[in-house]
């Protein structure tokens, strides 16, 4: 059984996460529709970020992400949006840190159902200690601070 997670965070945390229907394709129109409930997750969780429009989003370059609709939908809900270099995995947190850490946690488990899978990685997600989330933060600067240069063996605390 194969489950999708979308989770947007920042280092202070998860602000949003939902699971793709079954049957779902991540496609321009799903992703829009995402955003709108992202948007509302910031606006609650976020209210500091949200009242001075300081937020961010970092998305990687998938075709949904990087779709006109998408782009027009973001400038027009004046989204800042940090530019992912293409083919940058010391820039893909759900890669590098997020989804390995959640998968570590899960591997070996069998779940019967989806709404087990669904259940116990929602308790997994949250068990992440927000500290975790900060060696995302010093990651993502030291991405900055290289100038995109690619670095390897780094390994996250």
């Known amino acids: 059984m194969k489950v999708v997670m979308m989770v947007f965070f920042d280092w ?8 793709v229907p079954r049957g779902q394709t991540v496609n321009k129109e799903f992703y829009v529709a995402v955003l709108k409930r992202l948007r509302e997750a910031v606006r609650r969780k976020r209210p500091q970020l ?6 961010v989003l970092h998305h990687d370059n998938a075709p949904a992400h990087s779709s006109f609709l998408v ?13 992912q270099p293409p083919y940058s995995p010391d820039l893909t947190p759900a890669d590098f ?5 959640l ?9 019967n159902t989806f709404d087990e899978i669904q259940k116990n990685s929602t308790k997994e997600l949250f068990a ?3 500290e ?8 993502w600067e030291r991405c900055v601070a290289s100038e995109g240069n690619y670095f390897e063996g780094d390994k996250l605390e």
């Open 128 to 130: 992440i200690p927000k």
């Open 12 to 19: 202070h945390g998860v602000i949003y996460y939902e699971f």
């Open 103 to 111: 998968k570590s946690t899960l591997k070996g488990r069998l779940f």
């Open 97 to 101: 840190f997020l989804f390995p850490k």
């Open 132 to 139: 975790a989330f900060h060696s995302w933060q010093k990651r």
């Open 71 to 83: 782009r027009n939908f973001l400038t027009k809900n004046e989204t800042t949006v940090v530019p």
């Open 50 to 55: 949200w009242t001075n429009q300081s937020w």
